[in-house]
T-cell receptor
Framework: GAVVSQHPSRVICKSGTSVKIECRSLDFQATTMFWYRQFPKQSLMLMATSNEGSKATYEQGVEKDKFLINHASLTLSTLTVTSAHPEDSSFYIC??????????????FGSGTRLTVV | DQQVKQNSPSLSVQEGRISILNCDYTNSMFDYFLWYKKYPAEGPTFLISISSIKDKNEDGRFTVFLNKSAKHLSLHIVPSQPGDSAVYFCAASASGKSGGSYIPTFGRGTSLIVHP
């Protein structure tokens, strides 16, 4: 089945630094990838939709200059948290939809990244 | 404003018994509903789904019931097994014909613990 690899699984960084999270579709091409954030005891909240070769679409309330998304190829999307602050500490998870898929199906999730900003 | 609500953060069940996880939604545009299962340090994996044109979908030990008038769905696991212990996310999506994007909206999840 479809596999999405997300790295790193856990990262601790100092306040003010930037952190890059990678999301790769291993055995399929993903024209669209999604980035979610989950705070403790909260829902998985969609942050942005990343389309290969074009700018990401951000959800309301998500700062595009703080959460930089790059989807340079059909198998890789990256999320960079710039100038991270403790309030950015959260669980970030990506999802990819198979290029051949559509509709309600075909969302495969990565294993997530636990970001802690100290 | 949460469009998909899972009001029980946790549920504890004895092995062999039935587990019932509940989910409510508010957006009438939703026409497809999904349940995902998540183990620690792993991403959610798709478990079972149901279209709004149905009221029940069964797959082995897992059955999802949909009550559209009440905007409520539930996941039944019978019999429950210790390996079912995980966080279960309810999700809902709206198709293009409903003016939606197909992207699922998630609830907060319910942590199920099945005791041996």
């Amino acid at each position: 089945g479809a596999v999405v690899s997300q790295h790193p699984s856990r990262v601790i960084c100092k306040s003010g630094t930037s952190v890059k999270i990678e999301c790769r579709s291993l055995d399929f091409q993903a024209t669209t990838m999604f980035w979610y954030r989950q705070f403790p005891k909260q829902s998985l909240m969609l942050m942005a939709t990343s389309n290969e070769g074009s700018k990401a679409t951000y959800e309301q309330g998500v700062e595009k200059d703080k959460f930089l998304i790059n989807h340079a190829s059909l198998t890789l999307s990256t999320l960079t948290v710039t100038s991270a602050h403790p309030e950015d500490s959260s669980f970030y998870i990506c999802s990819a939809r198979d290029r051949g898929g559509g509709g309600h199906y075909g969302y495969t999730f990565g294993s997530g990244t636990r970001l802690t900003v100290v | 404003d949460q469009q998909v609500k899972q009001n029980s953060p946790s549920l504890s069940v004895q092995e062999g018994r039935i587990s019932i996880l509940n989910c409510d939604y508010t957006n009438s545009m939703f026409d497809y509903f999904l349940w995902y299962k998540k183990y620690p340090a792993e991403g959610p994996t798709f478990l079972i789904s149901i279209s709004s044109i149905k009221d029940k979908n069964e797959d082995g030990r897992f059955t999802v019931f949909l009550n559209k008038s009440a905007k409520h769905l539930s996941l039944h696991i019978v019999p429950s097994q210790p390996g079912d212990s995980a966080v279960y996310f309810c999700a809902a999506s709206a198709s293009g014909k409903s003016g939606g994007s197909y992207i699922p909206t998630f609830g907060r999840g319910t942590s199920l613990i099945v005791h041996p």
